[in-house]
């Protein structure tokens, strides 16, 4: 059975797992201010738990579209008054970060999965870290290509070869598509379809298209409107795990695990799925 590692845990790969986001941050894209302070933190785990997340995704730089960079200070200044309270859920947590000691940081202190959006082969160092920390790695696509399926292949056959040489195994990489990222909604929808061509790699597949413009477009529904982007990330969560994605990463966890419970039904009878 494929499996994904990471640090002190590993997850069969025999279902759809749910990464609850957890945004400690004022401005991201959808959520930002809601969770900042260490109790909203807390609670907002604990719920994400309660509703079914698997995972928690604890995020304390926003990375959304035209994003400021935060210095590294206060990023980490920010982790460390949220990442024990998301640990009190007593989920693996996983870090989305850009930077090298917040990373190390957020691995020592007990996080046990990095989460990175950058391009992965313009930051090698991330892939060390996660060695360093036996951590698992999400390896993101983030750069403009004009032919996706082509890029793919370049991508993700250049981060297994940083894995390789950082030590990093096979079990402890997941790789995302990059939904939104240097992708207008046509191609973040391509990219959507190309889920399968990620599987041959054998390593864990993401999809993270929770409420962003790709969903916009599809259900026409403007990002105040969060319960129909919602109702529209659950419906692309039981798209994608049938398109082969083990984790979804989602804002609202409760609607996708019933969507998943639909897919999950579908592919475990076998046939075409």
Known sequence: MRTFCYKNGELPLDRCYLFGILNATPDSFSDGGRFAEPEETRRQAEALRAAGAD???????????GYTPVPEEEELRRLERALPAALGAGLPLSV??????????????????????????ENPELVEIAAEHGAGLIVTHNRAAEDLRADFADYFEAALRLAERAG????????????????????????????????????????AASRKRLIGAMTGAPLA????RDFGTAVLSAVGELLGADFVRVHEVALSRRALGVSGYLREIGGDF
């Open 168 to 207: 990093l195994a096979e079990e402890r990489l997941c790789f995302d598509p990059g939904v939104g990222f240097a992708k207008e909604e046509r191609q973040s929808a391509e990219a959507v379809r190309l889920l399968p061509e990620l599987r041959q790699y054998g390593v864990a597949v993401m999809l």
């Open 225 to 228: 409107d969060e319960p129909a």
């Open 55 to 65: 995972v928690i995704d604890l995020g304390c730089e926003s990375t959304r579209p």
């Open 96 to 121: 989305d970060t850009l930077k090298p000691r917040c990373a190390r940081y957020a691995l020592g202190a007990g996080a046990g999965i990095l989460n990175t959006v950058c391009d992965i082969t």
